[in-house]
């Protein structure tokens, strides 16, 4: 299926620029590359990534997504992820908060377990639309391969900036052998009519370790450190958009910063669409202990030793529970007032 055009980026709206990371120059070992990914990792938490050689896999998976989102509302919801935490399968407009009064989101989206995909045709840990299925082989499989490699790659870099033993963060993620929550996510965003400042997907830090993102318009906003106005991050065709999420932030002491955004309605004459966005979550093993990996590196040791008294960088948590935490009280079905939506908060509203 062809890309579609859309109208371009309003160029009145405020932006925050994110450094520019080259793929190839990462996995060809440049160390000024692995540098300036550090920055961009420990600054804001934010950048993009360019040469990551997935655009015809996004373009399949974006197809995919309309297939899906296509299919009749009874359909979809025989394979909705239910309200226990659990984020696998669909959820239908407005089924989660974005803020603690209770509003609802404006989103509907599909989550595919990096499990399912790659033990296809067998299920590993949920079944699927057909329309999914159909795709599974083909894109599905395809793109979560391809990220979980490019996540690697970042992985091991971040591992050895960290003083940590050579395959450390890797035998907590992908090297574990073991289920995670790492999935892909395709969201389709209602724009048309809503006001300017209406979330979609409200202010938070991610749960995992690392999110691939990919935009097709604006909406997405980050808050920088020290900035009051929240501010987009303009979408760049061939362009991934990557960033650090809790479970990282919390195994680096803070050294690697999860930074909170939101998704508003497109600016401009980008907001009479709707916004479709892909994003691959990885995330650690389900069983693994989020907690700063201070015995194995001396930097991290030193980072948390110099953070505030207040941070906690051992939450008690397993992967597994911090993500369920957050993903269950999200729910407006489980809400019982404004503390259920703080019950589900991350770093953002120093739990960490």
Known sequence: MPVPTFPPFPDNVPTHPLLVIDYELLKSGDSKEKDRLWTAATKLGFWYLKNHGADEEVNGMFDMGAEMMALPMEEKMKFTRGDAGVSFGYKAVGASAVDAEGNPDTIESLNVSKDDALSYPKPARRTYPRTVNNRMGSTITPFVRKSVDINDTIIAIFNEKLGLPEGTLDSLHTGSGEFSGSETRVIKSRAAGLPADRMAIGAHTDFGS???????????????????????????????????????SIMSGGILRSNIHRVVPPPGDQSKLDRWSLVFFFRPGNSVLLRALTEQSPIIADAVNNADESINFNPGETAEEWFVRRSKYQLLSNRKGPETYMASRGTEMGRV
């Open 210 to 248: 690392l999110s691939f993102l990919h935009n097709r318009l604006g909406g997405l906003q980050v808050l920088p450190p020290g900035v009051e106005e929240w501010q987009y991050v303009k979408p760049l065709p061939g362009h991934a958009i990557c960033n650090i999420g809790d479970a990282l």
